[in-house]
């Protein structure tokens, strides 16, 4: 059985867990060791006990503890090459840094990974697709252009984690400045509503079962609307839409193709 929970999806700070009964992924880690370990803990599974830790891209939010976690525990932590030259200086050493290519796959257990490159205002980033027996989940967050390679890649996801950041209505009204509106808006930024909408119209599918958004604005968005998009988008398909936590761990959901 495929599960997973996020972590924490916020400027706070990222990170996801994906595993099995076999195999425990992380997917970033903007956690302090200590507030990792005790979010892993309300899972009951310990830090030690990762098999690896996948990278997306090294903005402070998703990579700010991966040097502690690494020398307290030595798991793997594998990220594209631009991601590891531009890692910030803080993280220190990473005793076991593995490199890999925008698009390699990658076999952990019974999890396959296949890696593929978005677009964002960062170096080299990815995101990941996971598939264990008959289940797959899709991950899309921190990307501001939903090319078609991502709408490939998510092709058939029987749960998906998508960010659905900001409402461009909300963006334009509000208090950030016109250059970080453009910033958030273009093509290397993040994903609105909208674009969620439309991505969603065209990833949908009778086996589609979990929809659970990321990365939503405190200041320009509201996770109720982002909700109510999303299910508007999905039609009459029984799918489960939710918003996870910005702070906290959402609950462990389980993937049933």
Request: overall charge negative; aromatic content about 6%; glycine content about 6%.
């Amino acid at each position: 059985m495929l599960r997973f929970a996020v972590l924490g999806s916020s400027s706070s700070g990222n990170a996801m867990l994906v595993f099995t009964e076999k195999t425990r992924i992380l997917v970033d880690n903007g956690f302090s060791y200590r507030k990792l370990s005790e979010t892993l803990g309300t899972i009951g599974i310990l830090p030690e006990s990762l098999d690896a830790v996948l990278v997306t891209h090294e903005h402070t939010d998703h990579v700010r503890g991966l040097g502690p976690l690494s020398r307290k525990t030595g798991v793997p932590i594998f990220m594209t090459r631009g991601c590891a030259e531009c890692l910030p200086p803080y993280t220190g050493n990473i005793a076991n840094l593995v490199r890999f290519e925008s698009g390699d796959s990658l076999a952990f257990k019974d999890i396959e990974v296949t890696s593929f490159a978005v677009c964002h205002d960062a170096a080299d980033p990815v995101n990941y697709t996971f598939k264990s027996q008959d289940a797959k989940l899709g991950t899309a967050t921190d990307f501001g252009h939903c090319s078609q390679l991502t709408r490939a890649r998510l092709a058939g996801s029987h749960a998906l984690v998508i960010e659905s950041n900001y409402c461009p209505d909300m963006l334009r009204r509000g208090p950030y400045p016109p250059q970080v509106q453009q910033r958030i808006h273009s093509r290397n930024g993040h994903l609105s509503n909208h674009d969620v909408q439309q991505l969603l119209k065209e990833l949908s599918h009778d086996a589609l079962r979990l929809v659970v958004l990321t990365h939503i604005s405190r200041e320009n968005n509201t996770p109720d609307l982002a909700c109510m998009l999303a299910r508007e988008a999905l039609g009459d398909l029984p799918v489960n839409v939710l918003a996870a936590p910005a702070d906290s761990a959402s609950p462990v959901f389980e993937i049933c193709p």
